[in-house]
């Protein structure tokens, strides 16, 4: 790791402990849980009396089929850097190649759209490549799918429309105006445009006035001259390659969210969650920003495709036995929150009856979303693909009492840093490890030679 990177982390760091004792908590708290306090003020908490509620356990949760809704958003700090882009209706992005599970995808699109902003160019709504389903280790078919394979178009499009009325959005590339006339598309790694390229945060754009400047360089040197018809730019994909803190708080806090997770996964969320807390009568008050008496939320991100593009000898937590020996170690330690259920995140059953059998002597019951729903629920679930099952899990931790996962994840990562917004504990990052995130209410273990700082430099929360 070179110095200037250190440097860079370490600015980070203070502007984090500046911001969060309030913008954090009241934006998040506003956009993210807004749907759970409405959905709350609804409910029937305790039909016997109208007020004092006592009972901590919901008794109905009838008519909220969806309690991660939230309407689209109109952000002024969005709005504020769209108002300042000089827009150039002839070029457009498109951003089709982002690929892995939703955290991957999601922070690749985000910075797509980011950078397009930047360019002042048009967007065809991003594409998603699909993974292979046959087998979950080879990420990259050739085949792409819409964003509404995991995201909400119309959240998406609707966002944006309110918060970046400036950026034209086509559906479709067969939508851009006079594509006839246009040259050859162009394509381009953005990142490859700005000095001091490298796969951690300190490369990751951090100047996006300079960004767009090389841009224009770079088209004019391939961009025909003359041209009548629109610009295609086919851009590669953008996994944790935009510093989300270049562009003010508000931004970093309010950007990620044009994204939604698809309905019927936020409506499978809402009834696994439900099951949840019946099923273990979970005292779970859910005004709570992070309910203590709920569950632990563990991340056993030992799917073939992780241990596969992780099996590192270098990496601590590379096995099952190294990454649950520290989950274990968590259960434990007497200084966190105390739960006597843990929620598993994974795509992979077998793992999770390795992991149950593991805790068992701890008296500790773990349950996943393929437990909890049941008949036609179930099957809606067993009808979405791997990476759409995976956005229930992805919807459903940030409730947890206490989360576990893996710092080399970005769905961990994800999960972690949508927490913290709530924490006390403002010092999170460690990045030799063993605990390279800690805050009171998320450990994330990673460490040694991967360090990964870039998911706490890039990752919109
Ligand atoms: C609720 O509790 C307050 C304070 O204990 C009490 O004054 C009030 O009468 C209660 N209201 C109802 C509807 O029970
Ligand atoms: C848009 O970009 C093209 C390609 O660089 C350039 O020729 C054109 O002048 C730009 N238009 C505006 C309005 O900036
Ligand atoms: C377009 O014109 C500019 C300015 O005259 C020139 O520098 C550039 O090489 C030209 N680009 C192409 C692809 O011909
Ligand atoms: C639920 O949490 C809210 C917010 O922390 C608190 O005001 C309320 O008293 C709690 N309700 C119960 C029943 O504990
Ligand atoms: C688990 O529960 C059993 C029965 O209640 C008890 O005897 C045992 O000490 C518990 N073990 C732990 C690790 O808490």
Known sequence: MSIPHQSFLAGVNRRYRVLIPLTLIL?????????????????????????????????????????FDFPPIESEAIKSICDDVEWNSTLVFTCDNSYGGVGNVRNSVLNCVRYAISAGAGLVIPKIIL?????????????????????????FVESLRLSCPALKLYSTEGDIPNLEMSPDPLSVVPESLVEGKSRDGSAALQNSDQWRQQFYQWLEQYATNNTKGPIIVHVGRLFLKYSMHSDGERFALEFGAIMKVRSDARELATTTLRALIQAYSLPVNLSEDIPSDAFLGVHLRT????????????????????????????????????????????????????????????????????????????????????DQQALVDFLIMPLASD?????????????????????????????????????????????????????EACLWP
């Open 303 to 386: 799917e073939r495709d992780a241990m596969n593009a992780w099996g590192n000898p270098f990496w601590p937590f590379s096995t099952y036995k190294a990454i649950v020996a520290k989950y274990i170690e968590q259960i434990q330690d007497p200084s966190r929150p105390k739960t006597a259920v843990i929620y598993v995140a994974s795509g992979d059953l077998n793992e999770v009856g390795k992991f149950a059998k593991d805790v068992e002597a701890l008296n500790m019951t773990v349950t996943t979303k393929d437990n909890l729903l049941t008949g036609k629920d179930k099957e809606d679930l067993r009808k979405l693909v791997w």
């Open 403 to 455: 989360f576990a996962g893996l710092g080399i994840s970005s769905f961990s990562w994800n999960i972690a840093l949508r927490r913290h917004l709530f924490a006390k504990q403002t010092s999170f990052l460690h990045i030799d490890g063993p605990k390279m995130f800690e805050d009171e209410f998320s450990i994330l273990y990673g460490g040694g030679k991967d360090k990964y700082p870039e998911y």
């Open 131 to 155: 993974r292979n389903s046959r087998n979950i280790v080879d990420l990259e078919t050739r085949e792409r799918t819409t964003l509404d394979y995991m995201f909400d178009v119309e959240h």
């Open 27 to 67: 934006i998040w708290f506003w956009f993210l849980w807004r749907p759970l306090l409405g959905f709350h003020t609804k409910l029937a908490w305790d039909q016997s009396s109208n007020s004092n509620q006592t009972q901590s356990s919901p008794i109905s949760w009838e008519g909220n089929k969806d309690i």
